[in-house]
């Protein structure tokens, strides 16, 4: 499963290549082990990863310049890399930036490993000759980087990949903020727009399901941050999670690889409340689960294991055995600050991570899960 990562400053017209980074351990990552995400670029040592593979073996994310509060024209950049196990990792190139120099970048991944989606910030040399604009991309092995379809002058996102990367969920924003939607590109091309709940303005969508036939997320109506998880089908449409409906907020970040488990978080109040949100699992055998005060961000392909934060600054991994455990406690990590597990592989042996080194850097890690 994926999710996406934060949007940040990038470069657009980098080639994809392999390049010299530090070695990688060819050896298996040890239970209970940690290892930092490590790009070939030292000028871009903050690593930002979401993306990971059903195996676990491939992350992908962005690499951050050092100074992203940089008033120089363009901007601070980061860039998109596809990393593995044991192997020097590559820098995504996004298509024929049309001339524009700078991009910014959020990445997904197809739980193959060979997919890689995300945004790009096409950024005009000249900040008089034209806006900024975000556009949609994908990259696959061997097929290079080509734009996902968007409408003249609209700007267009991706979030997440179906197993094979055929499937690719984002959204199409035109200028007009109204007529934004949800959408799901199959091979290349605009299939579906996810809908929001009846008498809802807009809908927010997080992830699908492996076979791309599912999605999840939140819908918002006019006005406030209040908002409802949900889950569409072609056939069912968009229908809040049964549950939730005594929370005024509450949102859907992930789906199993079947599509009938479903992870997120909900609170009640305003947003300063997000501090009490309450992770929970609902499937179409168990109903809903609350998994305490933290929020789920993933989830494993038969829905056995949910990682997630407390607080946005501690990582947190519920099993069915063992429930609700801080990271921290899981994994053989002294020194280092673990903040947050964003995706777990399919087995949920392995985690993807963000978090501090002990030296301060700011990374993405990777951790096997312990034997229990």
């Known amino acids: 499963m994926m999710m996406t990562v934060r949007p940040f400053i990038s470069a657009a017209l980098m080639c994809l290549a392999a390049a010299t980074t530090q070695a990688q351990s060819p050896e298996p990552l040890a239970p209970g082990a940690i290892e930092a995400i490590r790009t070939p670029s030292e000028t871009h040592p903050r690593v930002y990863a979401a993306g990971l593979s059903a195996d676990g073996e491939r992350v992908a994310g962005v690499a951050n310049v050092d100074d992203l509060l940089s008033t120089d024209w363009p901007p601070a950049e980061s860039r998109p890399f596809l990393w593995t196990a044991g192997e020097p990792a590559q820098m995504v190139a996004a298509p024929d930036s049309l001339g524009l120099i700078r991009a910014g970048t959020e990445t997904a991944l197809s739980a193959d490993g060979s997919v890689v989606v995300g945004s790009v910030l096409l950024v005009n040399p000249d900040p008089l000759a034209g806006p900024m604009r975000m556009r949609a991309f994908r990259w696959s092995e061997g097929g290079g980087s080509s734009w996902l379809p968007t409408p003249e002058a609209a700007q267009s996102y991706a979030r997440a990949a179906s197993g094979d990367g055929s499937v690719v969920l984002g959204r199409i924003a035109p200028r007009s903020p109204e007529a934004s939607r ?80 479903v992870v997120g978080y909900a609170y009640d109040g305003s947003l300063a409340n997000i501090s009490e949100a309450v992770a929970f699992r609902w499937s179409e055998k168990d109903g809903l689960t609350f998994l305490g005060e933290w929020i789920a961000r993933d989830v494993s392909a038969d829905g056995s294991t949910v990682v997630g934060s407390y607080q946005t600054a501690l990582a947190v991994v519920w099993t069915p055995e063992a429930g609700v455990r801080f990271a921290r406690d899981v994994f053989d990590a002294d020194g280092w600050w673990l903040m947050s597990i964003d995706a777990v592989s399919a087995d949920g042996l392995f985690v993807l991570g963000g978090g501090e080194t002990p030296d301060g850097t700011e990374t993405a890690w990777r951790g096997r899960m312990p034997a229990e």
Do not use: C, K, Q, Y
């Open 182 to 261: 949800e959408v799901l590109w199959r091979d290349g091309r605009e299939a579906a727009t996810i809908p929001p709940l009846e008498g809802h303005a807009r809908a927010v969508a997080r992830d699908l399901s492996r076979d791309g036939s599912v999605v999840v997320g939140a819908s918002l109506p006019t006005g406030g941050f209040d908002r409802a998880a949900f889950r569409w089908t072609a056939e069912t449409g968009s229908v809040p999670i049964p549950g939730l409906e005594g929370f005024s907020t509450s949102e859907a970040n992930a789906v199993s690889a079947d599509g009938r488990v």
